[in-house]
């Protein structure tokens, strides 16, 4: 394990991030684990509502003050942040090692700044150096996202969706982090304007030897970018897999039905829909989750599965233990 | 669907919209040509699909055809009657005939009516009196979306259900008069992958049984094949292509169009291994359209003093109508 962990960028296992409500507590996050190797992308897929966003939060440490209980393993490097403190974790890890593309990132710029200094302010905060060489390290972002560099001088409503998307996007990368986890990042942008983020991240995983946890649920365009795909499912993974594998036939009975679910451009086939709705995270039923839905259900079903190992492949399903 | 001379319901012939700027709300300062020179015909029980990004005009076109927006110049005629030639009375009736889905199902609900209220809306305002009436024509309705059992969800709130139930909620609405024709405004852009099958599958359904006639508009190019007869692809106010469903995905004629479907994923791995080609640039202002064919500055295939000179008409290319000058 230990050997192991060196060529891994994050090692995730057995996260939890569980919210007090009036109601009770929320499921949030329940049990998410995967793998990050160095300049790799992990698409964690998802419908609305099954603890994406929340995932996003646990990972960098950004809670919320309603949380009744977080915890699991999360090593960056090999390092155990869960030991550290919060300010240790402000100083060495949050937005120096790993940071976040928030969802709807674009229309969270501030709109009295310039987004030149926006995009500087990550550097001078982390790294204590003076705003002009700050400045020179955000327009060096900008060449890095395809922003115009005389863009540092102008204001958020001065630049198309787009182009504050990749403004978001250089603000993460600043500070030169091994990892970015990025929220739905082109969610609500014109398929253009997508496939050119698409490209950009692309590039950006080359040329800065950067990893991404992307979250989102558009499966289509998320195959742009995955090198490994982790399905999540009302607040736990359900499967890990590599991208080549997935893509060509998913395990879990939810990622088939859930790729079956796409519809595609150039092949004829009829999109199918999973009835019913995923459960409540408010009292999630005993075992597993997506029994209801599922419809190679047995009498097993109703425990909790154990992850199976199929060839690589991490499956949370009954169907795949020998 | 055989028919080739099937009637036109709503025809569409030349349409301006455009929009006056005042600079300080004072003073001429030009015009925002949302929809600058459209032409269609829709026939009864047709379902055609308007595709193009934010800011190309769709939306001011289909405010246009709801008798939102008054048109500049050219017409909106509807069963030959030309809507804007339609006073208060007339109005009411064509609005009647035509029913809205709207983009963002939560924010076309009021949160403070519950479902029956919400689907009963139209038809008190339509003159229907009797109030059992009223109810039973509810219940037949939501049975229709599969809002089912109706009794769960009549004394319900829009915050209540789910988004994919929202939607089926404002499809009832738009369907409980018994239109001609649905408008129906990017109605699954707000949905879940697995929810969105489910509603364009339901919509389908509703438009085959009642020969509804549907106009869907949408940016994602993926669904239309699924869901429409003939496409129209929008860009800077103009429509540039129009054609079948099939011929257009298997054969598309104008570079927006194509620019269009190669920027559209279908899952595959193998996706991480190239960059997508793509135009340079982004839509142009819509105050100052470019000259001849607004695409020609993003177009790969420009042929100079003919693109950026003339605008192209709609020229014929096999079953297509393109407008681009490579197909004169």
């Excluded at chain 2, 852009?189 to 364009?200: G, H, K, P, Q, T």
Aim: glycine content about 6%; charged content about 25%.
């Amino acid at each position: 394990m230990a050997e192991q962990q060196k060529n891994t960028l994050l090692h995730i296992e057995d996260l939890v991030l569980h919210f007090k409500t009036t109601k009770g507590s929320v499921q949030a996050v329940d049990g998410v684990f995967f793998d990050l190797g160095y300049k790799e992308a992990v698409v964690v897929l998802g419908e609305s509502g099954c603890g994406k966003s929340s995932l996003a939060k646990a990972i960098l440490r950004l809670l919320p003050r309603n949380v009744a209980q977080y915890g699991g393993k999360v090593f960056l490097e090999g390092t155990d942040t869960m030991a550290m403190d919060e300010e240790q974790y402000r100083q060495n890890v949050r937005w120096v090692r790993m940071s976040l593309v928030p969802q709807a990132a674009m229309n969270s710029l501030n709109p009295v700044l310039k987004v030149g200094d926006q995009v500087a302010e990550p550097m001078m905060v982390h790294h204590g150096v003076k705003k002009e060489e700050a400045l020179i390290q955000a327009a060096k972002m900008f060449q890095h996202v395809g922003v115009p560099v005389d863009f540092l001088d102008r204001y958020a409503f001065e630049l198309s969706g787009g182009m504050r998307q990749r403004v978001a996007i250089a603000m993460a990368l600043v500070t030169a982090p091994a990892l970015v986890v990025l929220d739905e990042p082109t969610s609500a942008l014109d398929v253009l304007t997508q496939a050119n983020i698409f490209n950009v991240l692309k590039r950006l995983k080359k040329e800065l030897e950067v990893s991404f946890v992307l979250i989102t649920h558009d499966i289509a365009t998320s195959s742009e970018l995955a090198d490994r795909v982790a399905v999540m499912y009302a607040g736990q993974i359900v499967e890990v897999s590599d991208a080549h594998r997935f893509f060509a036939e998913p395990l879990h009975p939810y990622s088939r039905m859930l790729m079956a679910s796409v519809p595609r451009l150039r092949a004829n086939q009829e999109p199918e829909f999973i009835t019913g709705q995923p459960p409540s995270l408010l009292n999630p039923p005993k075992g597993c989750r997506f029994a209801g839905r599922c419809p190679k259900r047995f009498a097993k079903c109703s425990e909790e599965p154990p992850i199976a190992n199929v060839d690589g492949i991490q499956v949370k399903c009954w169907l795949y233990t020998s | 669907m055989t028919d080739k001379q099937r009637d036109v319901l709503l025809s569409i012939q030349d349409l301006h919209v455009w929009f006056e700027l005042r600079r300080f709300g004072l003073g001429h300062a030009g015009y925002v040509k949302a929809v600058d020179g459209v032409t269609f015909d829709l026939h009864y029980g047709e379902t055609i699909a308007i595709v193009g990004e934010s800011g190309c005009g769709k939306s001011s076109l289909m405010k246009t055809i709801l008798g939102l927006n008054k048109p500049t110049k050219g017409k909106v005629v509807f069963e030959d009657k030309d809507i804007s030639a339609f006073h208060a009375e007339d109005l009411r009736q064509y609005r009647a005939a035509i029913g809205y889905v709207q983009q963002d199902p939560f924010g076309a609900l009021a949160p403070f009516m519950n479902i029956q209220r919400i689907l009963e809306e139209p038809l008190i305002i339509n003159g229907v009196k009797d109030a059992a009436e009223r109810e039973r024509r509810v219940r037949k309705v939501m049975e229709e979306v599969k809002l089912s059992p109706v009794d769960d969800f009549l004394h319900k709130f829009p915050h209540m259900l789910s988004g994919g139930q929202q939607q089926r909620v404002v499809i009832a609405r738009a369907i409980i008069l018994e239109p001609k024709l649905v408008v129906a405004d990017e109605p699954v852009s707000m949905l879940d992958a697995s929810v969105r099958v489910e509603i364009l599958k339901l919509l389908r359904g509703l438009q085959e049984k009642y020969r509804l006639a549907v106009i869907y508009i949408t940016h994602d190019l993926s669904t239309v094949r699924y869901f429409s007869e003939r496409v129209f692809v929008m860009y800077a106010g103009n429509i540039v292509e129009k054609a079948p469903v099939n011929s257009l995905v298997h054969n598309p004629k104008h570079p927006y169009t194509s620019a269009l479907m190669d920027a559209t994923s279908d899952p595959d791995a193998d996706n991480a291994l190239q960059y997508r080609e793509l135009p340079p640039g982004e839509p142009p202002s819509l105050v100052n359209p470019p000259s001849g064919c607004r695409f020609h500055p993003r177009c790969p295939r420009r042929m100079e003093n003919i693109c950026d000179v003339d605008e192209p008409q709609d020229l014929p290319a096999d079953d297509h109508l393109v407008a681009c000058w490579l197909y004169k």
